[in-house]
């Protein structure tokens, strides 16, 4: 392992240390070693190797030469530095679960009260335990196009509940109300505790986003750009289908404002035989009927 002596805090900007903070309360670990030597890891699963170089280019700038440890076997990325005054600036998380002043005193001293600060430390929160899911709904009887949903999630244990507490104050300060907290029914299968989940609804992430989060979380970066690969996915399913029914002919309800009938006796007259239509499925499941346009015609010449 490569080893420095001394990691030099104050050469890191202070908003990449609040991100490094966060992370390391959720995905880092403070390893005692001989006599007064620390080591400061970070694990992260494979794919994210990019918040993994990220924090060794921000440790690197405090004088430590990181080490980066690729493990493809467990599929986990791993990062350590060495050095002997790490705990000036990495608390003890056993103290911060149990004690009061332990956690005033962390967030006092590294001014995390302030919105620049609270944001880069909530980003590291997120890419250490969060979670944004973006996925697409289903069109339902009566509405139109498959519309898509985003959700991000916060998720600690009941003993580090006060990461949760934070966060859910941080951001309702941001946006009123904008949080709420939620305790899961079933236990952690891994480290059999209960869990609390943040959900952070549509004013929150908007407050977040007007603060620019994405510019520290790797998450909500990901998040992002698959939300709007995902919008532009179904705009293009969108059109493609609008076009198909455009050449196929006209909706039911176009026709009967056509012919200045109703909507439910044209329907009356497919289910009876005496109109030609075809059901036409859009992506997300709703199905219209779409007259031919020859059979648009002939109704036109009878009314």
């Keep these: 392992?490569?080893?420095?002596?001394?990691?030099?805090?104050?050469?890191?900007?202070?908003?990449?240390?609040?991100?490094?903070?966060?992370?390391?309360?959720?995905?880092?670990?403070?390893?005692?070693?001989?006599?007064?030597?620390?080591?400061?890891?970070?694990?992260?699963?494979?794919?994210?190797?990019?918040?993994?170089?990220?924090?060794?280019?921000?440790?690197?700038?405090?004088?430590?030469?990181?080490?980066?440890?690729?493990?493809?076997?467990?599929?986990?990325?791993?990062?350590?530095?060495?050095?002997?005054?790490?705990?000036?600036?990495?608390?003890?998380k056993q103290s911060m679960a149990r004690e009061d002043d332990t956690r005033k005193e962390f967030f006092e001293k590294n001014n995390l009260q302030t919105v620049e600060n609270g944001v880069a430390f909530c980003a590291g929160l997120l890419d250490g335990d969060g979670c944004c899911k973006v996925y697409m709904l289903r069109g339902k009887k009566g509405m139109g196009f498959g519309g898509v949903d985003t959700t991000w999630i916060f998720q600690q244990a009941e003993k580090s509940g006060f990461l949760v507490d934070w966060f859910q104050r941080f951001v309702d300060s941001l946006s009123p109300d904008s949080t709420h907290v939620h305790y899961s029914r079933q236990n952690n299968s891994y480290s059999r505790t209960r869990m609390i989940n943040v959900f952070i609804n549509g004013k929150g992430r908007e407050a977040l986003l007007r603060r620019r989060i994405d510019r520290w979380s790797w998450k909500v970066r990901k998040f992002m750009e698959s939300l709007s690969a995902m919008l532009k996915e179904r705009d293009m399913q969108k059109a493609q289908w609008v076009e198909r029914v455009r050449h196929q002919g006209m909706k039911l309800q176009e026709v009967a404002d056509l012919l200045s009938v109703s909507r439910d006796a044209l329907y009356s007259s497919y289910r009876h035989g005496g109109m030609r239509a075809e059901l036409v499925r859009e992506a997300g499941g709703v199905g219209f009927l779409v007259i031919p346009r020859d059979e648009v015609d002939r109704l036109k010449a009878r009314h």
């Design 1 to 92: 392992m490569n080893i420095n002596p001394v990691m030099n805090i104050d050469s890191i900007p202070v908003l990449q240390r609040s991100y490094l903070l966060g992370l390391y309360l959720t995905d880092g670990a403070l390893i005692k070693g001989r006599g007064r030597a620390r080591t400061v890891s970070y694990s992260f699963q494979k794919n994210e190797e990019e918040i993994a170089d990220n924090v060794a280019a921000i440790l690197r700038q405090g004088d430590l030469r990181p080490s980066v440890l690729r493990r493809e076997k467990w599929n986990y990325v791993a990062v350590q530095a060495h050095c002997v005054n790490l705990e000036q600036f990495f608390p003890d």
